[in-house]
């Protein structure tokens, strides 16, 4: 498609962007809202399946559609992953307990993978390497709106109206996005014949599946040495070694093992697994700390992760108009990722307002510049006709490493949270029910637990219901979980620091290959001179 007209091709990133929009914008506005809405379910124990579902069906479909997609065609799946969000989204308003809730969730999972594969690729067909990294920007900038927009309208609508709505309002968007795709986007000839990787796409499945089960439950559920556990990852381990035997006999595998000998994609998805562990596993328990430490009510708790998003909008578009005029990315994540750290090192600290909007701030800055690097350093990495794998293989690193590394940070959370409750219910200044009614002391003591903390109303009604002398008591039993809380989210902060750390260390390994202005790949003898040195490159690397 780059051979389209600069009018068509902005038509199609208008609906590109809509449906990326419709995507983002139903996932951002349940970040403030999803501790309340699990709360009024009664689920908060299994908090992390409703993030993590979400991410295990999106991973899936993610790398299984990138490569049917360039065999395929995109517009197909585009159409189909939105059709599929939007019944996902429906189905999830109508939840009556923890356990649907869930399950919709994860066919929302499916619809969002299948269109974030497909957009990012398209963006891809329609543009160069040099040109697209203005575009993947612009990308990142919807998602950001989405993020500014998103929370503070969650946390509007959760404080004001039933929940279902969180999930049923932005469903008109998703027809005007599902009509522009049908109507813009170009259909594409399909390639040859050719057969399809069931097999390495059954076993590719049976192995992200049981891996990201292990990491679910593992310190929460089940013991990290126990056999549930060992089993799981046994089977991880079993399933992929029989995966990467079948993709090295089949004609067309769905995930190339060739692929991974190129440095630049290999590092660069390495990092994006790694960024995305410490950043997804600590910024999901950010609301934890707004709305449960902080005690700020979930309209509210959305401006205090504004910041973020605002400067990540700004900087991401900037760092996509730099790349496009210079050619070069690898600088940017050199800059983004240790501010990216700066953010997540004052997390640790926070304990007021203030802090929490500047750690917001930092950390959205160094994610604006560091973010758009590494899915254009993988494509620019490969030919076109394995764009659409390559962008996959991207996406797959990236939301395995957020779903372990909220798994991984959900388990550090809850032994920290074990203790430090333990000990402020316990100490000396711990609040005295022994001197109070039995009945209205187990009342109380009913909201000795993270997730009361969540329900603001439900605890301001409670107090409010109190006699005064218990009232005293109840507020001070809130206080010490609150600061018991507070502490364990620092643990969980640290965790996401360290890790950023370690990506930072990758990027001095990451290979910078001059951005091309072509999806065509020259060989090197005919190559133009502001080409000659990336066309050598990339046929060592794709040798």
Known sequence: MEHLSSKRKLSIMIAIMAAMLFAAINQTITSTAMPRIIAILDGMDLYTWTINIYLL??????????????????????????????????????????????????????????????????????????????????????????????????????????????????????????????ALFPKVERGTATSIDFLGS????????????????????????????????????????????????????????HLFKNNVVTISNIIGFIMNFGMMGAMIYLSFFVQGVLGISATYAGYVTMPMSIVMVVASAVTGQRMAKKGKYKRYALIGIPIMIAGMAIMVFMNNVPMAILSMGVFGLGLGLGMPVFSLATQNAVTHKELGVATASSQLFRNLGGTIGIAVMGTVMANHLTKNLKDALQSSSAPDFSKMDPKLAEQMLAFANPQALMNKPLLEKTQASLPADAQVVFAQMIDSIRDALGQSLSSVFLTGMIVLCVAFVLVFFLKELPLRTSNEVPSPDKAPLDNKANAKELAMENA
């Open 57 to 182: 069906t999106s991973t899936i479909a993610t790398v299984l559609v990138g490569k049917l997609s360039d065999m395929f065609g995109r517009k197909p799946f585009l159409l189909a992953g939105i059709l599929l969000f939007m019944v996902g989204a429906f189905l999830t308003g109508t939840s009556t307990d923890v356990y649907q809730f869930i399950i919709y969730r994860g066919i929302q999972g499916i619809g969002a993978g299948i269109i974030q594969s497909t957009a990012f690729t398209a963006v891809g067909d329609l543009f160069p390497p040099r040109e697209r990294g203005k575009w993947m920007g612009l990308m990142m900038a919807v998602f950001g709106f989405s993020s500014v927009l998103g929370p503070t309208l969650g946390g509007y609508l959760i404080d004001h109206l039933d929940w279902h709505w969180l999930f049923w309002i932005f469903l008109p968007l998703g027809i005007v996005a599902f009509v522009m795709i049908l």
């Open 202 to 257: 059954l076993f590719l499945t049976t192995t992200i599946v049981p891996l990201l089960l292990a990491f679910t439950w593992a310190g929460t559920q089940y013991a990290w040495g126990s056999p549930q556990i060992l089993s799981l990852l046994g089977g991880t381990v079993v399933s992929a070694l029989i995966f990467i035997f079948i993709e090295s006999q089949v004609k067309n595998p769905i995930l190339p093992l």
